[in-house]
Structures are given as structure tokens and as C-alpha cells.
């Protein structure tokens, strides 16, 4: 089954627009991470924020979690035409090893 | 560095049929992964190995099998191909850190088509 479910499913913004995007997840995790996949393509790492971490920065990235109520945010600010695409969360289970668990995706779209 | 490659890029068979997906990485990593993705619902692992000669089952292992003889390539077979295992399937390494925090580096996929 899925551990993480995204919100929401689709998001459709205006360039330089802020694009926000939630995770939910429902076990204890060791950490959380966010991947980007443009269409036709395989995922790409983003951002990795451990669970004893509350937020974290990289470039127009910022990435939060909250693990009382098991939720991540991922804000991209100054969205651009080239961020276009699906973005995943995945959860690193305590005591999975490196196994990932990943969520269903949210499809962004940034229009000129 | 090529990262991780994907043999083939697209494949159709036919009901019974057999293949193997091939995946290479030349990063030296211990973790390999070979995952399907099918429409809304994410990725899902099917396979996984934490080394040279080793496997494990992940969520979704029924109906494939997978070798690990070199530390570089990952297999995926398929033995009897059904319609159900349509999809595109992604491979993916990892350094393999004991902390549990690894990121993994994923191929750019292999699109199946069973009809």
C-alpha cells in the first residue's frame, strides 16, 4: 500500500507564482524525501529532510515536516515554465534501511 | 558518468511471452531497486538488493524475479508476461548508507507493453 498520498493531485499556476504541495504519510519514518519527474522521464532526486529535522532550504526549495501529525509540505517559490512536472514524496521507514515508500504524486503545471 | 541506463527503452510482448530488463549503474552503489509506475499510483517496489548476490522481495514481487551477479547490473525478469504487468518500469541505485537515508538515482525507464 502507499505511504504517503499527496495534495493535491493536480495544481495548475501562473509563472512566479509559489506552487505548494502537501504529504501525508501514515507510519514512523527516519526520514522524508521529495523527487521531481518531468513527463517520459525517470525521477530525480530534490530535497531530503530527516525526522528530526523541521525544515530545510535548497535554492527556491523549501521543504517542511511535522511528524505529530505525519505531513510534509514542499513549497517551490518563483515557480518557473521548467517546473513543470509530477513531484513525489517518499518516506524512509524507521528501521526499512534504504527502502523508499512513495507517495502517488502531484502533477504541477506552470503556465507563461 | 552515465548514472543509470535502462535496456530497452520500450518493449512489447505478447501473453506468456518471457524478457529480461537489464539495469547498469557505474556509480559503485550497493543498493539497486527496480520499481513499476502505473497511472495514479505512484511508484511501487518490486525487488530490491543491498549488494552483489543478494535479493529481496519488495511490495509487488509476484511474477518477476531478479539477479544480482555483478555489482553493477540489476535483472528483472519476467518468466510468463500478463496484461497486468503493463507499466513502466524504473530502476534505481543507491550508495547504501547505514543510517537509512540514502537517495536514490533512477534510469529514465522502460516502457512494457503486455497485450
Known amino acids: 500500500s502507499q505511504q504517503g498520498e499527496e495534495d493535491p493531485q493536480a495544481l495548475s499556476i501562473q509563472e512566479g507564482e509559489n506552487a505548494t504541495m502537501n504529504c501525508s504519510y501514515k507510519t514512523s519514518i527516519n526520514n522524508l524525501q521529495w523527487y521531481r519527474q518531468n513527463s517520459g522521464r525517470g525521477l530525480v532526486h530534490l530535497i531530503l529532510?530527516?525526522?528530526?529535522?523541521r525544515e530545510k532550504h535548497s535554492g527556491r526549495l523549501r521543504v517542511t515536516l511535522d511528524t505529530s501529525k505525519k505531513s510534509s509540505s514542499l513549497l517551490i517559490t518563483a515557480s518557473r515554465a521548467a517546473d513543470t512536472a509530477s513531484y513525489f514524496c517518499a518516506t524512509g521507514a524507521t528501521g526499512g534501511g534504504n527502502k523508499l515508500t512513495f507517495g502517488t504524486g502531484t502533477q504541477l503545471k506552470v503556465e507563461l | 558518468n552515465a548514472g543509470v541506463t535502462q535496456t530497452p527503452k520500450f518493449r512489447v510482448l505478447k501473453t506468456g511471452q518471457s524478457m529480461t530488463l537489464l539495469c547498469a549503474q557505474d556509480?559503485?552503489?550497493?543498493?539497486m531497486y527496480w520499481y513499476r509506475q502505473d497511472p495514479g499510483m505512484g511508484l511501487r517496489l518490486i525487488h530490491y538488493?543491498?549488494?552483489?548476490?543478494?535479493?529481496a522481495k519488495g511490495e509487488v514481487p509476484d511474477g518477476y524475479n531478479v539477479s544480482r551477479l555483478k555489482k553493477q547490473n540489476f535483472l528483472l525478469g519476467l518468466e510468463s508476461a500478463a496484461p497486468s504487468q503493463t507499466s513502466v518500469y524504473f530502476c534505481?541505485?543507491?550508495?547504501?548508507?547505514?543510517?537509512?537515508?540514502?537517495?536514490?538515482?533512477f534510469g529514465p525507464g522502460t516502457r512494457l507493453t503486455v497485450l
Open positions: 534505481a541505485s543507491s550508495y547504501g548508507y547505514a543510517g537509512g537515508t540514502d537517495t536514490q538515482y
Open positions: 529532510i530527516r525526522s528530526n529535522e
Open positions: 556509480m559503485n552503489h550497493e543498493y
Open positions: 538488493s543491498v549488494g552483489e548476490g543478494t535479493t
